[in-house]
Nanobody
Framework: VQLQASGGGLVQAGGSLRLSCDNSGLLFSPNFMAWYRQAPGQERELVASVTSGDITNYADSVKGRFTISRDVKNKVYLQMNSLKPEDTAVYYC????????????WGRGTLVTVSS
């Protein structure tokens, strides 16, 4: 497994969770990593991304509530605060392949369930 996401769980609305993505299985240091999510019956959507230069980008629906970050070991985190029931989804981390245009590595998802 090249990417390993963890940290999901059940939380009440208004609560917080921190997701982690370990990319130590990759043979390169990714210059772009992102968190996506997919709710039942919906398409996968980009939640947040971060570049090797620490430039971040967020979906409008999570701005001000979620924070993406990376550490010196290239582990990527998603701090999720003020969670809403509509944040319920399987969350996936992804890393862009610098050697093949359009190719991304994906990890197994981690389920986040927010109860009202």
């Amino acid at each position: 497994v090249q990417l390993q996401a963890s940290g999901g769980g059940l939380v009440q609305a208004g609560g917080s969770l921190r997701l982690s993505c370990d990319n130590s299985g990759l043979l390169f240091s990714p210059n772009f990593m992102a968190w996506y999510r997919q709710a039942p019956g919906q398409e996968r959507e980009l939640v947040a991304s971060v570049t090797s230069g620490d430039i971040t980008n967020y979906a409008d629906s999570v701005k001000g509530r979620f924070t993406i970050s990376r550490d010196v070991k290239n582990k990527v985190y998603l701090q999720m605060n003020s969670l809403k029931p509509e944040d319920t989804a399987v969350y996936y981390c992804s890393a862009r392949d610098p050697f093949e245009a359009g190719h991304y590595y994906w990890g197994r998802g981690t389920l986040v369930t927010v109860s009202s």
